[in-house]
């Protein structure tokens, strides 16, 4: 029977690997001590509510959040699942798609079967909710009633799969200086399940007065 013999490796190769095994190693430690004083997916969620609305167009990774302290509904999904990878949950996106409207991303996470989510909006109603909902499409719903435009027409229509952000590890998206487009070109790609159907959409009742103000409620214009 041979020997063990200890693996010894060169200092710059063990930190490699290292990090091929804890991603969350590229943050630095003040940025983990940052994202791991959240503790929970709802500190998560009041850590991005006290973000003002970022109103350009770009998509900031998670570091880059950190460093401006601002964020819009991409940057602020991809921040949540980075802070959620963290906190110990696998790092989920998710896509709601609209008609007549803009899309909607969001950080989903589950515990004990049940769906859950934290999200950046410059909507009210479209950010958190808690981890009540047996499956995708129940918790979607629970975004249709609020989600419309301005012109007080509902617009959800569909929502993607979870989409697992460690498969773009390799390219560093917690931590690019460059912004990672590839993550908003990937959701557009993925198939996305119908909400609702076309049937259905004739028959839908204008948003009232009250509830497109309610939402509009703190709503950075830009």
């Known amino acids: 029977m041979r020997s063990r013999v200890p693996l010894r490796l060169k200092p710059k190769l063990k930190l490699k690997l290292f990090m091929a095994l804890d991603p969350n190693s590229n943050f630095t430690p003040a940025e983990l001590r940052k994202i791991r004083s959240l503790k929970t997916p709802c500190g998560v969620q009041k850590f991005l509510d006290s973000l003002p609305y970022h109103l350009e167009d770009t998509s900031w990774s998670p570091r880059k959040v950190l460093r401006h302290g601002t964020a819009h509904c991409l940057e602020g999904a991809i921040f949540g699942a980075a802070a959620l990878r963290v906190l110990g949950f696998p790092p989920l996106l998710w896509d709601l798609e609209a008609d007549y409207d ?31 909902h047996r499956s995708l499409r129940e918790l979607a719903l629970t975004y249709f009633n609020l989600y419309c435009n301005r012109r007080k027409q509902r617009t959800l229509r569909r929502y993607s799969r979870p989409v697992n952000l460690a498969r773009f590890d ?42 497109l103000r309610a939402e509009l409620t703190d709503h950075r214009w830009k």
């Open 102 to 132: 803009t899309d909607h991303v969001l950080a989903i996470f589950k515990v004990r079967g049940h769906w859950g989510a934290v999200a950046k909006s410059n909507w009210s109603g479209c950010r958190y909710r808690e981890p009540i």
């Open 170 to 211: 390799h390219l560093h998206w917690m931590t690019a200086e460059k912004d990672p487009w590839f993550i908003a070109e990937y959701l557009c790609e993925i198939p996305h399940m119908p909400l609702v159907k076309p049937s259905m959409v004739k028959r839908f009742c204008p948003v009232d007065d009250r509830l």
